[in-house]
């Protein structure tokens, strides 16, 4: 037997059937059928009980997919390592971070760093999960959160300040008569939406997102008020700050790598870079840049 039988077998005990395990490891199902027969004739055992709704393991079939998980943790184990060895800051790194960071921040840092270090490779993932640094889906993760994985080392970088900002028509409106824009349940465990249902009646919320990219462009577009990062709506034109600080909102910004990479050249390099990096944006992350236009502090806080 080979690597590859112990994968499948684990492919289809995970996925509970042959089509999804198939797309899972990139081949076509009749090739995947093929090779679990195969696989149960060398064995002279049923690895899978089949039933209408699906394929469950039999007790061997659960042993050979445990016994692959631990060859997947050992290779997964070898190859961040071996990453965590070279000490030239050369090669790929791939970096993760959430939509709305790579669009109002993130670039421009990143063209310094390729211009520092042209012989680093960069390989930029927008997500909004956190993607698994221990399979190395990512080398290296900027994220707002106020509890990163304790599987992870790095350091919080600033503290990401919010606010509530409108249109100019909506200043001095109580904010339970006024339509608001949030980012939906999906995200940060819908600290978003609570907020707002605290200051608003549900029906006033009017849109929703599953990401805060965008948010800001709903905003100014008119369709309501919301939170946004201060670093994000500070110094726009069309917006107008209509709160202080919520700190209710507030999250920390991290910059987190696996422990056996943190070593690596270019996991070092862009880790100290980003660092300097954010240094001087934190107080425009932070909100120490405070807007010069004053906001209607009684008249915003009305529940309706």
């Not at 920390?252 to 954010?278: C, K, Q, S, Y």
């Amino acid at each position: 037997m080979d690597w590859d039988d112990f994968r499948l077998v684990r492919a289809i005990a995970e996925s509970g059937g042959l089509t999804r395990a198939a797309e899972q490891l990139g081949i076509n199902p009749s090739t995947a059928f093929r090779r679990l027969a195969g696989i149960e004739a060398a064995l002279d055992t049923t690895l899978f009980d089949r039933h209408r709704a699906g394929y469950a393991p039999t007790a061997a079939g659960l042993a050979m997919m445990e016994a692959a998980a631990r060859m997947a943790g050992d290779v997964e184990r070898f190859t961040r390592e071996l990453a965590g060895q070279d000490q030239n800051p050369a090669g790929e790194l791939r970096i993760t971070a959430p939509a709305s960071l790579v669009a109002d921040m993130l670039m421009p840092s990143l063209a310094r760093f390729t211009r520092r270090y042209p012989r680093i490779r960069l390989d930029l993932v927008v997500a909004e999960e956190a993607l698994n640094l221990s399979r190395r889906d990512a080398d290296v993760a900027l994220r707002a959160s106020d509890a990163p994985p304790p599987t992870l080392v790095g350091r919080r970088l600033a503290t990401i300040a919010w606010a509530i900002y409108g249109r100019a028509d909506f200043a001095g409106r109580p904010f339970g008569e006024c339509p608001w824009i949030v980012p939906g349940e999906s995200v940060a465990g819908g600290r978003f939406v609570r907020f707002a249902q605290a200051r608003a009646a549900s029906d006033r919320i009017v849109l929703t997102l599953n990401t805060v990219l965008g948010l800001r462009e709903a905003v100014e577009a008119g369709l309501g008020i919301g939170p946004l990062p201060r670093w994000s709506a500070d110094g726009r034109p069309d917006l107008v700050r209509l709160s202080d600080h919520e700190p209710d909102l507030s999250t920390g910004l991290w910059l987190l790598t696996h422990p056996d990479l943190r070593h690596a050249a270019r996991v070092r390099a862009f880790m100290n870079f980003m660092a300097e990096e954010i240094a001087i944006l934190r107080p425009r992350i932070e909100g120490s840049l405070v807007s010069a236009s004053p906001f209607p502090k009684a008249a915003s806080h009305g529940s309706g």
